[in-house]
């Protein structure tokens, strides 16, 4: 069973179309990195797999629980699905050990030594054990970034979805977010990530997607995409980023 099966998704906002048939799984253990123009569709798939926008029309399936049909309980699928965005979002008034405790808590009813323990281990994995205590402000974004990792991986996640979650850093701390991801990977976690990161998706991905107009333009291993890309929308793209 796929991780994620999405079939025929189309979705407009009004009369615009911003996803215009988009046919893609993600298989257990891959990591699949979404490229493509600004503008492409790329947070909206992403954030249709979610629900955190309705399709227009298509089925997703997510761990073999079809998200588009209106009796699903979406509060449970979104438990198993991790999403880190490209803004942070930590509650500012709460230390990065609450920050990583609260929805284990509230969501998923966990006691709070069990929650502590948790997240310590979780911070641990993002390299942050010695920041727990403190507050999002005293911390750089890339270590922000890490914490909303942590946060998302505290959950259990079946799947993490990122959505450019290096593009609000300074050049200095992309390095850092990218190494946690690269760790993920290694585990096998399923992910799912919208990137401008070329090299990332070059040596990480199992495979890569090029979007372009609301459809999947091409796909392929990154050695075929990048190194011999089919389509003429593709080498352009790839000769303006690369
Ligand atoms: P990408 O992530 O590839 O840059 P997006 O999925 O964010 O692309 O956006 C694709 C298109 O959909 C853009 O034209 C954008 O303006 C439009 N769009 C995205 N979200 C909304 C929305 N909530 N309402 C109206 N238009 C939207
Ligand atoms: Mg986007």
Redesign the pocket.
């Known amino acids: 069973m796929s991780t994620i099966d999405i079939l025929g998704l189309h979705k407009s906002?009004?009369k615009?179309p911003?996803l215009q048939g988009i046919d893609l799984a993600v298989e257990p253990g891959e990591v699949v990195c979404v490229i493509?123009?600004?503008?492409?569709?790329?947070?909206?798939?992403l954030?249709c797999v979610n629900l955190l926008?309705t399709p227009t029309s298509g089925t997703i399936h997510v761990g073999g629980v079809e998200v588009t049909d209106p009796d699903c309980d979406i509060d449970a699928v979104r438990r198993r699905i991790g999403m880190v965005f490209q803004q942070f979002n930590l509650f500012g008034h709460l230390t990065v050990r609450e920050n990583v405790t609260i929805a284990q808590r509230r969501v998923l009813k966990r006691s709070r030594a069990e929650a502590n323990r948790i997240a310590t281990l979780n911070l641990e994995r993002v390299g942050l054990a010695e920041k727990a205590g403190a507050y999002p402000a005293q911390l750089s974004g890339g270590q922000q970034q890490r914490v909303a990792i942590a946060r998302a991986l505290a959950m259990d996640p079946q799947l993490m979805l990122f959505?450019e979650p290096t593009s609000a850093l300074d050049p200095e701390l992309v390095g850092e977010v990218l190494a946690v991801m690269r760790g993920l990977a290694a585990e096998g976690m399923t992910m799912l990530v919208?990137t401008h990161e070329m090299a990332f998706a070059r040596e990480v991905a199992s495979r890569v997607v090029f979007?372009d107009g609301?459809v999947v333009v091409e796909q392929g291993p990154p050695a075929e995409v990048f190194g011999n890309p089919r389509e003429e929308r593709t080498k352009t793209f790839l000769h303006r980023v690369l």
């Open positions: 906002f009004g615009l911003v493509g123009p600004s503008g492409s569709g790329k947070s909206t798939l954030r926008e959505d919208v979007m609301g």
